[in-house]
Protein backbone atom coordinates (compact mmCIF):
# COMPACT_ATOMS: atom_id res chain seq x y z
CA UNK A 1 0.00 0.00 0.00
CA UNK A 2 0.68 3.65 -0.33
CA UNK A 3 3.53 5.02 2.25
CA UNK A 4 2.11 7.83 4.40
CA UNK A 5 4.17 9.87 6.89
CA UNK A 6 2.50 12.41 9.23
CA UNK A 7 4.29 14.82 11.78
CA UNK A 8 4.00 15.99 13.99
CA UNK A 9 2.80 13.09 16.33
CA UNK A 10 1.97 15.93 19.15
CA UNK A 11 0.95 18.92 18.95
CA UNK A 12 0.41 21.32 21.88
CA UNK A 13 -1.55 24.98 21.40
CA UNK A 14 -3.16 28.04 23.28
CA UNK A 15 -6.65 28.70 22.30
CA UNK A 16 -6.89 30.84 19.62
CA UNK A 17 -3.51 30.24 18.00
CA UNK A 18 -3.50 27.69 14.95
CA UNK A 19 -2.35 24.26 14.28
CA UNK A 20 -0.79 22.94 11.27
CA UNK A 21 -0.37 19.31 11.03
CA UNK A 22 1.53 17.31 7.36
CA UNK A 23 1.29 14.54 5.79
CA UNK A 24 3.53 13.40 2.99
CA UNK A 25 2.96 10.37 0.38
CA UNK A 26 4.71 8.53 -2.23
CA UNK A 27 2.43 7.56 -5.04
CA UNK A 28 2.45 10.66 -7.56
CA UNK A 29 -0.65 9.41 -8.54
CA UNK A 30 -2.71 10.29 -6.15
CA UNK A 31 -5.44 12.21 -6.24
CA UNK A 32 -7.83 12.10 -3.15
CA UNK A 33 -6.45 13.53 0.51
CA UNK A 34 -9.09 13.52 3.59
CA UNK A 35 -8.42 14.19 6.91
CA UNK A 36 -10.00 12.66 9.93
CA UNK A 37 -10.64 13.67 13.25
CA UNK A 38 -10.75 11.08 16.20
CA UNK A 39 -12.37 12.27 19.69
CA UNK A 40 -12.24 9.53 22.72
CA UNK A 41 -14.50 6.82 22.53
CA UNK A 42 -15.11 7.32 18.92
CA UNK A 43 -14.41 6.20 15.82
CA UNK A 44 -12.51 8.81 12.88
CA UNK A 45 -14.84 10.95 11.20
CA UNK A 46 -14.04 12.71 8.34
CA UNK A 47 -13.19 16.68 8.69
CA UNK A 48 -12.20 17.41 5.22
CA UNK A 49 -10.74 16.61 2.06
CA UNK A 50 -9.30 17.88 -1.14
CA UNK A 51 -9.08 16.45 -4.66
CA UNK A 52 -6.09 16.94 -6.74
CA UNK A 53 -7.38 19.48 -8.97
CA UNK A 54 -7.33 22.10 -6.67
CA UNK A 55 -4.75 22.79 -4.26
CA UNK A 56 -6.73 24.57 -1.10
CA UNK A 57 -9.94 24.25 0.46
CA UNK A 58 -11.71 25.83 3.54
CA UNK A 59 -14.58 24.87 5.79
CA UNK A 60 -14.67 27.90 8.57
CA UNK A 61 -11.56 27.38 10.53
CA UNK A 62 -10.10 24.23 9.15
CA UNK A 63 -8.24 23.86 5.82
CA UNK A 64 -6.27 21.61 3.49
CA UNK A 65 -3.34 22.48 1.36
CA UNK A 66 -1.83 20.24 -1.23
CA UNK A 67 1.42 20.62 -2.75
CA UNK A 68 1.72 17.53 -5.22
CA UNK A 69 5.14 18.77 -6.59
CA UNK A 70 6.77 18.23 -2.81
CA UNK A 71 3.90 15.03 -2.51
CA UNK A 72 2.63 16.53 0.63
CA UNK A 73 -0.87 17.82 2.06
CA UNK A 74 -1.55 19.96 5.28
CA UNK A 75 -4.17 20.31 7.74
CA UNK A 76 -4.91 24.20 9.17
CA UNK A 77 -6.87 24.74 12.00
CA UNK A 78 -7.04 28.60 12.68
CA UNK A 79 -8.41 30.20 16.25
CA UNK A 80 -8.36 26.60 17.79
CA UNK A 81 -10.90 26.14 20.55
CA UNK A 82 -10.32 23.15 23.26
CA UNK A 83 -13.08 20.89 21.34
CA UNK A 84 -10.73 20.57 18.76
CA UNK A 85 -8.28 18.94 20.94
CA UNK A 86 -8.74 14.82 19.51
CA UNK A 87 -6.25 12.86 17.59
CA UNK A 88 -6.44 14.13 13.83
CA UNK A 89 -5.28 11.64 10.69
CA UNK A 90 -4.24 11.97 7.52
CA UNK A 91 -4.76 9.07 5.13
CA UNK A 92 -2.71 7.76 2.58
CA UNK A 93 -4.23 8.85 -0.90
CA UNK A 94 -6.49 6.70 -3.29
CA UNK A 95 -5.68 3.69 -0.33
CA UNK A 96 -7.27 3.17 2.93
CA UNK A 97 -4.07 2.95 5.19
CA UNK A 98 -3.44 6.10 7.72
CA UNK A 99 -0.66 7.87 8.73
CA UNK A 100 0.10 7.81 12.77
CA UNK A 101 -1.54 9.90 13.17
CA UNK A 102 -1.44 13.49 15.55
CA UNK A 103 -2.34 14.26 18.97
CA UNK A 104 -3.39 18.32 19.19
CA UNK A 105 -3.62 19.69 22.50
CA UNK A 106 -5.44 23.40 22.81
CA UNK A 107 -4.73 25.07 26.42
CA UNK A 108 -7.84 27.51 27.51
CA UNK B 1 -29.16 6.62 8.20
CA UNK B 2 -27.56 5.71 11.59
CA UNK B 3 -24.20 5.00 10.41
CA UNK B 4 -21.91 2.08 10.88
CA UNK B 5 -23.02 0.19 13.65
CA UNK B 6 -20.63 -2.33 15.76
CA UNK B 7 -21.73 -4.78 18.28
CA UNK B 8 -20.77 -5.40 20.94
CA UNK B 9 -19.46 -2.05 22.16
CA UNK B 10 -16.62 -3.50 25.00
CA UNK B 11 -15.60 -7.22 25.11
CA UNK B 12 -13.94 -8.93 27.90
CA UNK B 13 -12.37 -12.55 27.26
CA UNK B 14 -10.83 -15.29 28.58
CA UNK B 15 -7.62 -16.06 26.71
CA UNK B 16 -7.99 -19.46 24.40
CA UNK B 17 -12.06 -18.34 23.85
CA UNK B 18 -13.48 -17.33 20.85
CA UNK B 19 -14.80 -13.75 19.92
CA UNK B 20 -17.10 -12.68 17.12
CA UNK B 21 -17.13 -8.56 16.39
CA UNK B 22 -19.81 -7.76 13.88
CA UNK B 23 -20.06 -5.06 11.82
CA UNK B 24 -23.54 -3.19 9.89
CA UNK B 25 -22.36 -0.92 7.29
CA UNK B 26 -24.16 2.24 5.60
CA UNK B 27 -26.79 1.02 3.03
CA UNK B 28 -25.87 1.21 -0.01
CA UNK B 29 -21.95 1.65 0.40
CA UNK B 30 -19.96 -1.14 -1.59
CA UNK B 31 -16.42 -1.49 0.30
CA UNK B 32 -16.39 -2.63 3.94
CA UNK B 33 -13.20 -1.90 6.01
CA UNK B 34 -12.18 -3.73 9.41
CA UNK B 35 -9.32 -1.85 10.98
CA UNK B 36 -7.99 -2.22 14.48
CA UNK B 37 -6.15 0.39 16.60
CA UNK B 38 -3.50 0.33 19.42
CA UNK B 39 -1.51 2.45 21.18
CA UNK B 40 1.81 1.22 19.53
CA UNK B 41 0.54 0.16 15.91
CA UNK B 42 -2.33 3.45 15.78
CA UNK B 43 -4.70 2.13 13.24
CA UNK B 44 -4.17 -0.94 10.92
CA UNK B 45 -5.91 -1.83 8.11
CA UNK B 46 -7.05 -5.93 8.46
CA UNK B 47 -8.73 -6.50 5.69
CA UNK B 48 -11.37 -5.02 3.03
CA UNK B 49 -13.83 -5.78 1.09
CA UNK B 50 -15.54 -4.88 -1.86
CA UNK B 51 -19.39 -6.13 -2.76
CA UNK B 52 -18.85 -8.45 -0.52
CA UNK B 53 -15.76 -9.81 -1.58
CA UNK B 54 -12.49 -10.27 0.36
CA UNK B 55 -10.29 -8.07 -1.79
CA UNK B 56 -7.09 -7.52 0.78
CA UNK B 57 -6.49 -9.07 3.39
CA UNK B 58 -2.94 -8.64 3.72
CA UNK B 59 -3.27 -6.78 6.82
CA UNK B 60 -4.80 -9.78 9.22
CA UNK B 61 -2.21 -10.96 11.78
CA UNK B 62 -2.52 -14.56 11.85
CA UNK B 63 -4.61 -17.34 10.65
CA UNK B 64 -6.45 -17.18 14.07
CA UNK B 65 -8.16 -14.19 12.30
CA UNK B 66 -10.94 -14.48 9.94
CA UNK B 67 -13.51 -12.12 8.34
CA UNK B 68 -17.14 -12.69 6.57
CA UNK B 69 -19.36 -10.46 4.56
CA UNK B 70 -21.87 -13.14 3.55
CA UNK B 71 -24.18 -10.40 2.71
CA UNK B 72 -24.39 -6.38 1.75
CA UNK B 73 -25.00 -5.80 4.95
CA UNK B 74 -23.61 -7.67 7.97
CA UNK B 75 -20.13 -8.76 8.18
CA UNK B 76 -18.01 -10.23 11.11
CA UNK B 77 -14.70 -10.39 12.07
CA UNK B 78 -13.27 -13.81 14.20
CA UNK B 79 -10.62 -14.48 16.31
CA UNK B 80 -10.35 -18.10 17.15
CA UNK B 81 -8.51 -18.46 20.16
CA UNK B 82 -7.96 -15.13 21.25
CA UNK B 83 -4.29 -13.94 22.87
CA UNK B 84 -4.09 -11.21 25.17
CA UNK B 85 -1.93 -9.67 22.56
CA UNK B 86 -5.31 -9.10 20.49
CA UNK B 87 -6.90 -6.33 22.89
CA UNK B 88 -7.62 -3.28 20.84
CA UNK B 89 -10.26 -1.13 19.84
CA UNK B 90 -11.45 -3.32 16.34
CA UNK B 91 -13.21 -0.73 14.07
CA UNK B 92 -15.64 -1.31 11.04
CA UNK B 93 -15.59 1.61 8.30
CA UNK B 94 -17.82 1.96 4.89
CA UNK B 95 -18.03 3.84 1.81
CA UNK B 96 -19.44 4.18 -1.19
CA UNK B 97 -16.57 4.05 -3.66
CA UNK B 98 -13.64 2.65 -1.59
CA UNK B 99 -9.93 4.77 -1.78
CA UNK B 100 -11.16 7.95 -3.28
CA UNK B 101 -13.69 8.40 -1.32
CA UNK B 102 -14.40 9.17 2.69
CA UNK B 103 -14.58 5.92 5.32
CA UNK B 104 -17.50 5.94 7.41
CA UNK B 105 -16.03 4.21 10.84
CA UNK B 106 -18.65 2.94 13.47
CA UNK B 107 -17.79 3.32 17.14
CA UNK B 108 -15.46 0.49 17.35
CA UNK B 109 -15.41 -2.45 19.74
CA UNK B 110 -13.12 -2.59 22.46
CA UNK B 111 -11.93 -6.00 22.84
CA UNK B 112 -9.38 -7.39 26.27
CA UNK B 113 -8.42 -10.67 26.25
CA UNK B 114 -6.92 -11.57 29.57
Keep these: GENVEQHPSTLSVQEGDSAVIKCTYSDSAS ?7 QELGKG ?3 IIDIRSNVGEKKDQRIAVTLNK ?6 LHITETQPEDSAVYFCAAPNDMRFGAGTRLTVKP | DAGVIQSPR ?4 EMGQEVTLRCKPISGHDYLFWYR ?8 LLIYFNNNVPIDDSGMPEDRFSAKMPNASFSTLKIQPSEPRDSAVYFCASS ?3 GGSP ?10 VT
Design chain 1, 31 to 37: NYFPWYK
Design chain 2, 103 to 112: LHFGNGTRLT
Design chain 2, 37 to 44: QTMMRGLE
Design chain 2, 96 to 98: PTG
Design chain 1, 44 to 46: PQL
Design chain 1, 69 to 74: TAKHFS
Design chain 2, 10 to 13: HEVT
